[in-house]
């Protein structure tokens, strides 16, 4: 495993995310300056047929704690956060989405729980969420629906398990040996495994607001009910962490 030599890695995840990628790299450099935080940032371009390629190399030419991973075809967001971890060498690795539905400054609220807790996720289903932009309402009863079955199945206590806004401590890069979901229910399979490795996780509320160009189909929502499935009889084999 690299050495670790920095505070914070923030990971974003992009595919064809051409128009919005600069805005929000930008975004989290001013932070981590405004902030006074040692950190990086890394980009993983999962194969996109935009622009994507030639934006993050203006990018990088002006921008020194950019890091790029560009996939040859689109793979999953799974496996594009995967990737992204695997690279980081930040103390905690933040995860968040390149239309910055929760912006970066959220990590200022996450701090006061960083010595508690080896794992910090957005909601935007807890007391004290704010949702600025809402989702449609076929959305929403999905999300909820989904989450029930989630809950049933894995047996996670949370409100909230697909919100893009994630913290992971550096040592609980062991769950990534695990890690088999590529698609959007690859998270439930990173948490479910924390929590049968015996990792702590603390839900947190977040300032959200949708995003009407989401790459969410419909038809995705049935695959990742049953990605949960799998999720389920996946972790049985997962040891609990002594």
């Known amino acids: 495993m690299k050495t670790l030599n920095m505070d914070l890695s923030v990971v974003i995840p992009a595919y064809n995310e051409s128009e919005v990628i600069t805005r929000a790299v930008r975004h989290v450099d001013e932070f981590l300056v405004k902030e006074h935080i040692d950190g990086e940032i890394i980009v993983v371009n999962d194969g996109s047929t935009d622009e994507m390629g030639g934006v993050l190399a203006h990018i990088k030419n002006t921008l020194s704690p950019l890091k790029i991973i560009s996939f040859s075809k689109n793979t999953g967001k799974g496996a594009a956060c995967k990737a992204g971890f695997t690279a980081s060498r930040g103390t905690w690795c933040i995860f968040m989405d390149a239309d910055e539905s929760t912006a970066i ?63 992971f401590h550096e040592h609980t890069k062991p769950l990534l040996a695990y890690a088999q979901v590529n698609g959007w229910a690859f998270d439930i399979g990173w948490l479910a495994t924390a929590q049968k490795m015996g990792f702590n996780i603390k839900e947190l509320p977040v300032e959200w607001h949708n995003d009407t160009t989401s790459l969410v189909r419909p038809i995705d929502y049935p695959r990742v009910l049953w990605e949960v499935v799998k999720i389920k009889f996946h972790i049985i084999k997962i040891p609990a962490r002594a």
């Open 105 to 167: 400054n959220t990590w200022n609220t996450f701090k006061p729980f960083t010595q508690q807790f080896d794992i910090l996720i957005g909601s935007r289903a807890i007391a004290g969420a704010r949702i600025l932009k809402q989702q449609s309402i076929v959305r929403v009863l999905a999300g909820k629906l989904g989450n029930k079955w989630i809950k049933m199945i894995t047996g996670l206590p949370f409100y909230d398990t697909q919100c893009g806004f994630k913290a």
